[in-house]
């Protein structure tokens, strides 16, 4: 029988994520595990959370975003530390924060645009977020405040007009 749900690739760790919407088809980009059980999020807003353990149920993080929103969201980073546990990707805008092992969940705004890749967090409080351009942003109160430690470079767009050719020879 066919397969419900996604086989994704992370590193040599090979993983199934079952019991998901045979209809959607989303990649899963980044996977954690801690005492709270596992997160896995992805392309378009994917965010699941782990019910039995094994991963054998897995049930969508809902709330964090319209319908509309998930089309141009896609998860990147997840981590998980204690009862914590935190999500960001693209847009680098916001982090996602739960407190209760992914039941609950509230997004807090980091002040910067630059997609998030990857979360570590120390301990509850400590973390960090690293993202395209060099960007390092940290946190000493659970992700409630980011302060940017290192900012990359920005993009910048040129728009030079002159005369046309016709013009450059009289």
Do not use: C
């Not at 992805?42 to 965010?47: I, P, R, S, T």
């Not at 645009?113 to 940290?138: C, M, S």
């Amino acid at each position: 029988g066919g397969l419900l749900g996604m086989i994704g690739r992370l590193g040599e760790a090979e993983f199934v994520v079952r019991n998901v919407d045979p209809n959607v088809r989303r990649s899963v980009r980044s996977m954690a595990s801690g005492s709270a059980g596992m997160i896995a999020v992805g392309e378009q807003g994917l965010a699941l959370r782990q019910t039995i353990a094994g991963g054998e149920k897995w049930e969508p993080i809902t709330g964090l975003f319209s319908n509309e929103a998930n089309l141009v969201v896609d998860l990147l980073a997840v981590n998980i530390r204690g009862n914590g546990a935190w999500l960001a990707g693209r847009p680098g805008s916001f982090v996602a924060r739960s407190e209760d092992g992914g039941r609950s969940w509230r997004k807090i705004f980091t002040r910067q645009n630059a997609p998030i890749r990857g979360l570590f967090f120390v301990n509850e409080k400590q973390g960090y977020a690293v993202g395209d351009r060099g960007t390092i942003l940290g946190t000493r109160d659970g992700g409630e405040t980011w302060k940017s430690l290192r900012s990359g470079g920005q993009r910048a767009g040129v728009l030079v007009m002159g005369p046309d050719r016709e013009h450059l020879n009289k």
